[in-house]
Nanobody
Framework: QVQLVESGGGLVQPGGSLGLSCAAS????????MGWYRQAPGKERELVAA???????NYADSVKGRFSISRDNAKKTVYVQMNSLKPEDTAVYYC?????????????WGQGTQVTVSS
């Protein structure tokens, strides 16, 4: 079984910065893609940013230039640095990992962490 434990999140003023991290543990042979998703009240969960094991990144248009995703493969950890935060960035942020276990790729999710951007 694989566990994803997120940390970070909280309340920040508009224009501020916040960082999230997510560490994976368990029966992991290799992690393919790691990413962050978010879900605001009344909205569907959406991709924020993702990064492959080789370091290729993908961002939602709404966060390009403001958010930066990175990962440490040795630590099985993914990070996202969020700058110039806006009230519309308020959501529960979820970590996702596509993990190779015993020859099968499985998706796992973290428990979610609240990010609130408000003055």
């Amino acid at each position: 079984q694989v566990q994803l434990v997120e940390s970070g999140g909280g309340l920040v003023q508009p224009g501020g910065s916040l960082g999230l991290s997510c560490a994976a543990s368990g029966s992991i042979f290799w992690i393919n893609v790691m990413g962050w998703y978010r879900q605001a009240p009344g909205k569907e969960r959406e991709l924020v940013a993702a990064i492959t094991s080789g370091g290729h990144t993908n961002y939602a248009d709404s966060v390009k230039g403001r958010f930066s995703i990175s990962r440490d493969n040795a630590k099985k950890t993914v990070y996202v640095q969020m700058n110039s935060l806006k009230p519309e960035d308020t959501a529960v942020y979820y970590c996702n990992a596509n993990v190779l276990e015993f020859g099968v790729l499985n998706d796992y999710w973290g428990q979610g962490t609240q990010v609130t951007v408000s003055s």
